[in-house]
């Protein structure tokens, strides 16, 4: 079985942070919560919003990682902080049940990671300080430097929205240091390093130790690499497009994260096409519609669609579709079928070939 794309779940995040129907990053009080999580290994999750989501003896699937048509995978329930700057964090997945009856949970481990770097939903961006000495109010630590003169003191806190920091501006009079306006701000996006993982801070130069002829072939090596990955993602890219384009695909069936799901009366009734110039052509039961479509990789989008206003009769899934097509972040193939990721709910749509 094939899964999907690993850049995919990038795509639903942004996504979901450009909603204006899903208040996760913006404002104050509720809408404040910790929208973008980044693993030890480069994974990338996002918030899974205040709706109906999966959940496991209490454990809620908060923060969705990967949305495979296997079953989703992410981060469930809260941070629990550690000390002041390392976080544990439950990173779970889930796999449709043998009887097709709903999701099971197949694996569940604690991450512990240190928080290396974070922005707040004021947009100020913060980096660990480090482990050596630093300055201290009223017994709390500067572990974190921000954007000015601005600094994180004392340990971070977690709950069911994820991670806050509290935040304070260092003023300097002499030799003598005082922290202003200390107040908490959830923390907007975070970035987590094994915690057994040393921290090399990001102005670390070359020492005697590590000479510049052996940097600069140690660079070179790096681009290459990137390089030639860049070149096999290409590839790979442009062989799902054209897997992609130009076949009429007809809807099978919608599933959603609480794992219900619509099926057509008649798959043929819902139809999807796309060109290789860019437009997109449907059948929505008796209307048909057109519009446009942006292909990046493993991220697809639309644009508004225009169709014919028949009315289709009682029964009809129009306005699911037509609603499900607007909010589409990704695509992907599963044994044949295509599939589509959303942003808003995480639903996923599997489309067969129209024989």
Known sequence: MTRFYARAVTALVVALGASACAPLFGGSGAGEVTGLVTLPNGEVCGYAGEGATLAFD??????TCEVAPSGPRGLFGEPIVLGDTNVSWRLGSTTRRVDGGGFELARLESIDARVVRFTTVAGSSCSFAGEGATLAFGGDRVNYTCDGDDVAVGPLTGDARGLSATIGTLEQTGDTFALRRPRSVRIRTVELQDADTAWVPEATTVGAESPADETEEATEEATEQATEEATEETASDEAAHAALLGTTWALERILFMDDSEVLPV???????????????????????????FELDGPSLSFSPFATTRAFCGPGSLEERYLEQMAIVVSYGFDDGALVLATSMDSSLLYFRPLD
């Open 58 to 63: 209490g454990l809620r699937l908060s923060w």
């Open 266 to 292: 008649d798959p043929a009734d819902y139809t999807l096409t796309l060109g290789a110039d860019g437009s997109v052509a449907l059948q929505v039961d008796c209307n048909r519609g057109i519009g446009r």
